[in-house]
């Protein structure tokens, strides 16, 4: 009588959707956000508004050399001729003038590196608790989640107290303070006759403005 065949043995098999106690282990929840709010369309709206803002504003800046013209420059009569000069310079400069009160400020900046940090870790918070955060991305610390309005009101006391119990606000102020006078004196010396302002220029000037102010608008505001 022949024998029943031998059943083949089984092999143990494991679902790599289970895997041990659910699941393997999750990425960070720092790294997730960070990347997150890296990858929203409004972070990458911002950064083209941003480039497209300085290219198309550098492209209405006035030659260097013409800006630092020493044949150009005389002391004025009266403070009524300098105020004068000061009001046509600054129309027709005003990109070159805008990169020298950069230029202050973030030298006033690099001297002090500690501050730099302080800064950009501010602007930092804000870019991803906030602005670019999603709705669908809550903040959660040490275990509690935290309503947008718990988040700004953090962000606001924290800006405040590294801005007055650090040097970040002096630096600020003497940057701007600085490139402001350099500013002013140039535009009240430099004399403006050889200058050509006319109508066309002041539209460009408005124009400028709204370009530098213009990567501030909401993202899906279409502006």
Known sequence: ??????????????????????GGSAPS????????????????????RVSDTARRSLEDRRPW???????AIARPDSLSEATSRLRRNLGYFRVNYAAVVAVSLAASLLAHPFSLLVLLAILGAWCFLYVFRGPDQPVVLFGRTFTDRETLLGLVVSSVLAFFLTSVASLIISGLLVGGALVAVHGAFRMPEDLFLDDSSNVSGGNTTNRLLSFLASPGSGV
């Open 29 to 48: 929840s720092g790294t997730g956000f960070s990347d997150a709010a890296l990858a929203t369309p409004a972070f990458r709206l911002f950064l083209r």
């Open 1 to 22: 009588m022949a024998s029943a065949p031998t059943p083949q043995p089984l092999l143990p098999v494991t679902n790599p959707s289970s895997g041990s106690g659910g």
């Open 65 to 71: 050399a013409e800006l630092v013209d020493r044949s």
